[in-house]
């Protein structure tokens, strides 16, 4: 009778990477029924050409797990349950375009001005946004009895603030590598396309045009469309919504954890494109279900996703 360790390292009987055996080490155990065995081979079948394609660095411990359910179900119901991807939303700066905004510049104007407003400097924190001056700006409005329709006048003029500096920095922005060809490929694959980003409608709508790739998109919400900006899951609802997909049916591509983190808590898949403002790690930690290094590589990435075995 064969044991269960010797099942464990057939597993392993098939050529593959150290890392995805790093990855089975860490999920299989000996413990586990030769039922439950028999998924992890077929998760290495799902999940080794993804390690092997020289496009897709990191596949996650998720979506090993997310793989296993999948196909468990599929072997065990004799259905296939196999996700296909339909849209893909983008975060903007840094994803799609290289607007260089002076973010620290924005920050000390619009904390300027709420000082200005009575709102005292220490109730905020060094380095953080302008969305949580705000929230910590209304809160503290609302402890002192003011009206919200203060808030709301401080909150159009920090927007006003931030938009200033985003209008200055989409004149002079520059498309970056290998986005207006995978946009043509995605629109030949017949995939809907949105936009979910923290900057105004207008220097979003400004960038678009000037760059001629506004008809690409099917939706855009920026943090004029929604009632809280991402990582809320509200921001990229209201894409999907637009588009009128699922979310299991979308990918979610960007350069910040707070993308990642917003596309796990809503369900779509989380693809990190580290492309200066977090790192692999960070993106990974977020939770990154997989990891491109370039945007060029994103086409591929979906035709393994979406392929049949």
């Known amino acids: 009778m064969v044991s269960i360790h010797d099942k464990r390292m057939n597993c392993f009987n ?3 990477p150290q890392r995805v055996v790093d990855v089975f080490l860490k999920l299989v155990n000996p413990a586990h029924s030769p039922s439950t065995l028999y998924f992890y081979v077929v998760v290495a079948q799902f999940v080794f050409p993804r390690l092997q394609s020289g496009t897709v660095k990191y596949i996650s411990r998720r979506t090993c797990l997310n793989a296993l359910s999948l196909l468990s179900t599929e ?4 259905r296939s349950t196999r996700m296909v991807i339909k849209a893909v939303i983008f975060d903007l700066d840094g994803t799609l375009i290289d607007f260089n905004i002076d973010y620290k510049r924005i920050r000390g104007e619009a904390r300027n001005f709420l000082t200005s407003q009575g709102i005292p400097s220490c ?27 203060k808030f709301e006048a401080v909150r159009r003029k920090v927007f006003e603030i931030a938009e200033k500096h985003e209008l200055e920095a989409a004149r002079t922005t520059q498309l970056l590598p290998g986005v207006a060809e995978t946009l043509k490929i995605l629109k030949k694959m017949n995939l809907k396309m949105g936009i979910s980003t923290i900057n105004s409608r207008k220097s979003a709508d400004y960038a678009l045009k000037r760059f001629g790739i506004a008809h690409f998109f099917n939706a855009v919400a920026t943090r004029d ?6 990582p809320s899951p509200l921001h990229v609802e209201t894409v999907l919504k637009t588009l ?6 979308a990918l979610m591509v960007g350069d910040w954890s707070g993308d990642m983190k917003m596309a796990n ?3 779509l898949i989380a693809v990190g494109l580290p492309t200066g ?7 990974i930690e977020a939770g990154a279900n997989y990891i491109i290094t370039s945007l060029i ?13």
């Open 14 to 16: 098939k050529n593959l």
């Open 75 to 78: 072997s065990l119901t004799g």
């Open 123 to 149: 109730i905020f924190s060094r380095n953080e946004s302008i969305f949580e001056m705000l929230k910590k700006t209304k809160i503290y409005i609302r402890n002192n009895g003011e009206s919200d329709e």
């Open 225 to 230: 469309d929604v009632p809280e900006v991402k």
């Open 244 to 249: 009128g997909v699922k979310p299991s049916e």
């Open 265 to 267: 808590e809503v369900g």
């Open 277 to 283: 403002f977090a790192t692999v790690k960070q993106l």
């Open 297 to 309: 590589d994103l086409p591929t990435l979906i035709q393994q996703i979406n392929r049949t075995e």
